[in-house]
């Protein structure tokens, strides 16, 4: 169409005006598979459980569902982690201890890029995985927090996919307003003058309630981790080997 219209064939005014045209045609096609994936998302089941979770969004559930398919086919959380490239590359040499490096960033890249955004977003609501971001960022930095709550997202993914339970620290009204901006975008009409289940949302003592609720438990997960070692077991010589090898200190 470009070379087409680059022809001298065409005046200038006239193809400047099919440009426009194509452009806008371009962008109605584009808001319609928006409609159509949100009309998509609002009779599965599996959207809605996924949206439970704080910083998981439509896009970001509907392209993740759409990334894994049927949960049955992985028949563990870390087939999953490893199927979206979430894992950590393992490099050994010899009888050498295993050296983990940087995710593989294998599978499907679009979703494992936005449950890194979804964790970005999680970090900054209040809850566990809040305070699981905040634990790993103070030891390995943000970024390696970042995919290391993403990584945790998908392994909260697999169970509630697989059990068929929503998410424990969730917050009804914001999942409300959650799924009322999903139904507003598959082309429902918008109920003015009308409380809904999403309106509690715009409540600010009924946000801080569900707020306080979630801070409680991050405050009982910092507790819960507070006496881990972060660097893992020590390690101590086997005297029974004459010092050989090494063991874990019980």
Not at 126 to 145: C, E, W, Y
């Amino acid at each position: 169409m470009t070379s087409e219209l680059s022809d001298d064939r065409v005046p200038e005014d006239e193809r400047q005006a099919i440009e426009r045209y194509v452009r806008e045609i371009d962008r109605l096609g584009e808001d319609l598979k928006v409609i159509q994936r949100a009309q998509h998302a609002l009779g599965d089941l599996r959207v809605a459980r996924l949206m439970t979770i704080p910083g998981m969004d439509m896009i970001v559930t509907t392209a993740v569902v759409a990334a894994i398919g049927d949960i049955r086919r992985f028949a563990s959380p870390r087939q999953l982690v490893s199927y979206l490239g979430l894992n950590p590359s393992v490099r050994q040499s010899g009888s050498a201890l295993a050296y983990h490096g940087r995710i593989t960033k294998q599978g499907p890249g679009h979703a494992r890029g936005l449950l890194v955004e979804a964790a970005w977003a999680a970090a900054r609501a209040p809850g566990p995985l809040r305070a699981f971001f905040l634990r790993i960022r103070s030891r390995r930095g943000q970024h390696v927090a970042a995919v290391a709550t993403a990584r945790k997202l998908a392994v909260l993914i697999w169970h509630l996919l697989t059990k068929e339970q929503d998410y424990l620290w969730g917050r009804p009204a914001l999942l409300a307003a959650k799924l009322r901006r999903l139904e507003l975008t598959a082309g429902q009409a918008p109920a003015r003058g009308q409380r809904g289940r999403a309106y509690d949302y715009n409540i600010k003592p009924a946000r801080d309630r569900e707020r306080q609720e979630v801070e409680k438990a991050e405050k009982l997960y910092e507790r819960f981790v507070a006496g881990w070692n972060p660097r893992g077991p020590k390690m101590r010589t086997s005297a029974a080997r004459g010092g050989a090898t090494t063991e874990a200190a019980r």
